[in-house]
C-alpha cells in the first residue's frame, strides 16, 4: 500500500522551492506538507485544493486558521462532524468525528494555484487515502480540481463525472458529492451561500445516516 502522507516530500521542485521561501520570510509557520486531519476510518472525506498561505501552511491543519475554514468547521459542527464550530489552531482541541479532511495538493502553491503536473504528482497521496477509506462512505469534493483529483485517485476519467454545485455521483466504492470551495471569494460573492453549503453536508449526512440503518 502507498503511503497516505510523506511530510518531508520534495517531488515537486516548484513548490518545494517556493516553501523554502516561505519559511525563510515566516519562520513561525508550519511551511511544509500539510497532513491530512481526522480519522482514518472515517466515512466521511472532505477533499479541498491545497493549504492556503496564512492558514493550513501556517497552522499546519487542513482549513485551519483562514478565512475557507470558517464555514466548513461551522457547518462540520452543526451536522455533527466536529466536536466544535471553530478551528483556530492545531492544538485548539478541535476533534472531527466520522470526518476526514485532506487536499488534492499538500504543499501551499504560488498564488494558490497548482499546476496541472503538481496535481497529478500529489495524486498518489489522495490516491492511498482514498483506498483506504472504509467502502461506501461519502466523498465530499470542494471545488472542480478535487473532483476531479477525488476521480483521477479511483482511477476514474474526470470527464466521465461533471462538476456541479449539489451534484451527486454514485460510484462503485462511494458517493460524490460536489461542492463549491468555501473559499473567501466565493462566499463574499455569493456564489457559496451558507444555506447552499448546509444542503450538501446535510445530504452527506442522510447518506451516511441511511446507510448506518440499513
Do not use: W
Given at each position: ?83 466544535r464550530p471553530e478551528s483556530v489552531s492545531r492544538d485548539d482541541g478541535l476533534e472531527l468525528i466520522d470526518c476526514r479532511i485532506t487536499n ?71 458517493v460524490l458529492l460536489d461542492s463549491y470551495h468555501c473559499s473567501r471569494y466565493n462566499t463574499q460573492t455569493k456564489r457559496l451561500t451558507e444555506s447552499m453549503f ?17
Amino acid at each position: 500500500m502507498s503511503a497516505t502522507f510523506d511530510s518531508r516530500c520534495r517531488l515537486c521542485p516548484r513548490l518545494a522551492d517556493f516553501l523554502d521561501c516561505v519559511r525563510t520570510e515566516h519562520p513561525g509557520y508550519h511551511a511544509a506538507p500539510v497532513a491530512p486531519f481526522g480519522d482514518r476510518a472515517a466515512r466521511l472525506i472532505v477533499v479541498g485544493l491545497a493549504p492556503g498561505m496564512h492558514g493550513a501552511n501556517r497552522s499546519g491543519r487542513p482549513f485551519t486558521g483562514d478565512y475557507a475554514g470558517i464555514l466548513l468547521y461551522r457547518t462540520l459542527h452543526k451536522y455533527g462532524f466536529a466536536t466544535r464550530p471553530e478551528s483556530v489552531s492545531r492544538d485548539d482541541g478541535l476533534e472531527l468525528i466520522d470526518c476526514r479532511i485532506t487536499n488534492a495538493v499538500k504543499c501551499l502553491p504560488p498564488a494558490n494555484k497548482p499546476q496541472p503536473a503538481e496535481i497529478r504528482q500529489c495524486n498518489r497521496y489522495l490516491k492511498a487515502e482514498l483506498a483506504d477509506s472504509q467502502v461506501g462512505g461519502v466523498f465530499l469534493a470542494l471545488g472542480r480540481i478535487a473532483h476531479e483529483a477525488a476521480l483521477r485517485a479511483l482511477d476514474i476519467r474526470p470527464s466521465a463525472y461533471a462538476f456541479r454545485h449539489g451534484a451527486e455521483h454514485r460510484l462503485e466504492r462511494a458517493v460524490l458529492l460536489d461542492s463549491y470551495h468555501c473559499s473567501r471569494y466565493n462566499t463574499q460573492t455569493k456564489r457559496l451561500t451558507e444555506s447552499m453549503f448546509e444542503a450538501v453536508v446535510g445530504r452527506a449526512r442522510s447518506i451516511l445516516d441511511a446507510g448506518a440503518a440499513a
